[in-house]
C-alpha cells in the first residue's frame, strides 16, 4: 500500500528504507519529519476514513485522530510491517470504533453477517436492471453512495481500501492480518450484498 | 446446478481475480441469467472503480499538527502538576521530618529562647526610634511628592515634544 502509486507522475517510490529513515527522524523529535509524514500519508488516511464514514467533516476530525494515535504511537512502533500498513491498521480501528464496531479482523469472519450476506443473496435477481443503465452516471454514482453506506462497517472499510489506486489484496490482508482468500472472500460479499441492495433502491 | 458455480464466480471474474475456463465462458455466453449478473457485476467494478477521491482540506497539514501540539501540550501540564505536587509533597515531608526531629532532640526549646532574644532587642530597638518615627515619615512623603512631580513634569515635556 504505497501513497506514491496513487498519483501519476508522483514522486518516486517510497521504499522501506526511506520509511524506516522518516519513523527515525520522527522518533528523534523533528517536527518537520512528522510534518513530512503527514504530508505524504493524508491523502490515503483522508480517502479511506471519508469512504468509509461517509461524513467529511467527521472524516477531517478522524483523520486527524488518526494521525494523533500515529504520534503517540510512534516510538512503540517495531517496524516489523510496512508503515502505511501500519496507518492502515489504526485507520481501520478508529473507523471501526467510530461506527460502534468491533475491530475489523474479528469481524470479518462475523457469523451473524453470514446469514445477511452472501448465504441468501437472491442468485437470479441480483442484476441491475435495464432502468439502471439508462440513468446517468452520477445518479448511479449516488445509489451507490447510498448502498455503501448501508454495509456493514468492516465492508465499508474494506471496499474503500481495495479501491485505491495500488491497494492490492495483499496489503489488505497484510493490514488486517487475515489470509488472502478470506480478504478476496470478504470483499466479494461485499460485493454481493452491494448489487442486492442497487437492486432494491430500485423499487 | 452449473448456474450456482457461476452465479459463484460472477464477482471474481468481473474483479479481473479469475479468468473463466472454457466451461465457464461458454455457461456465461449461454445463460442469461447468469450473463445478466456478471454484466451487473462488471457494472458495478466499473463503478466501485471510478469513485471520486476524497481530497483532504487544504489546511490538513496544519491543523493537524496544531491539534498534536496542544494534546502534547496538555499532557506536559498534567505531567508539570504532577511533579509539582510531588515536590511539594517531598518538602512538606521534609519539613515535617525536620520539625519533629528538632522537637524529639530539644532544639526546639534552644531556638524558642533565641527567638525570644531575638523579639526582646526588636522591641528595644523599636522603642529607641519611636519619637523619630514621624520625621522619617514626613521626609520620606517630600521625597516621595518630590519624585512624583518630577517624573509627571517629565511625562509633560515629552509629550508636547512629539508630533
Known amino acids: ?203 | 446446478m452449473f448456474c450456482d458455480e457461476a452465479l459463484d464466480a460472477v464477482e471474481a471474474v468481473a474483479a479481473g481475480d479469475r479468468t473463466p475456463d472454457g466451461r465457464l465462458a461458454a455457461h456465461y455466453a449461454s445463460c442469461p441469467n447468469c450473463a445478466t449478473a456478471l454484466a451487473s457485476a462488471r457494472e458495478l467494478e466499473r463503478l466501485l472503480r471510478q469513485r471520486p477521491m476524497p481530497v483532504p482540506p487544504a489546511q490538513f497539514t496544519a491543523r493537524t499538527l496544531s491539534r498534536i501540539r496542544r494534546a502534547r501540550w496538555r499532557s506536559e501540564q498534567w505531567l508539570d502538576a504532577g511533579f509539582n505536587v510531588a515536590v511539594a509533597v517531598i518538602v512538606l515531608a521534609v519539613v515535617a521530618g525536620a520539625w519533629t526531629a528538632i522537637n524529639r532532640s530539644g532544639l526546639a526549646s534552644v531556638s524558642r529562647e533565641a527567638m525570644d532574644v531575638f523579639g526582646r532587642g526588636a522591641v528595644t530597638f523599636a522603642r529607641r526610634i519611636a519619637p523619630s518615627i514621624p520625621v522619617y515619615a514626613g521626609a520620606t512623603a517630600l521625597l516621595a511628592t518630590a519624585l512624583g512631580v518630577w517624573w509627571w513634569a517629565e511625562r509633560g515635556e515629552r509629550g508636547h515634544g512629539t508630533l
Open chain 1, 1 to 203: 500500500m504505497d501513497p506514491d502509486n496513487r498519483a501519476p507522475g508522483a514522486a518516486s517510490p517510497w521504499t522501506a528504507a526511506d520509511e524506516r529513515a522518516l519513523v527515525e527522524r520522527c522518533r528523534s523529535g523533528d517536527e518537520g519529519a512528522f510534518q513530512e509524514l503527514v504530508d505524504r500519508y493524508k491523502g490515503l488516511v483522508f480517502a479511506l476514513v471519508a469512504r468509509t464514514v461517509q461524513d467529511r467533516s467527521q472524516a477531517e476530525d478522524l483523520s486527524q485522530d488518526v494521525f494523533l494515535r500515529v504520534h503517540r504511537g510512534l516510538p512503540y512502533f517495531r517496524g516489523e510491517a510496512r508503515l502505511s500498513t501500519w496507518i492502515y491498521r489504526i485507520v481501520a480501528n478508529v473507523c471501526a470504533q467510530t461506527l460502534g464496531r468491533a475491530k475489523p479482523a474479528q469481524l470479518l469472519d462475523d457469523p451473524r453477517l453470514r446469514g445477511v450476506v452472501g448465504d441468501d443473496v437472491p442468485r437470479s435477481g441480483v442484476v441491475l436492471s435495464a432502468r439502471d443503465r439508462q440513468f446517468s452516471d452520477l445518479e448511479l454514482r449516488d445509489r451507490l453512495e447510498k448502498a455503501i453506506a448501508r454495509l456493514p462497517a468492516n465492508y465499508r472499510l474494506l471496499v474503500a481500501a481495495h479501491y485505491l489506486e495500488g491497494v492490492q489484496y495483499e496489503d489488505l490482508a497484510e493490514a488486517l492480518e487475515l489470509p488472502l482468500g478470506t480478504v478476496k472472500t470478504q470483499l466479494h460479499r461485499a460485493k454481493q450484498q452491494l448489487r442486492r441492495l442497487l437492486e432494491t433502491d430500485l423499487k
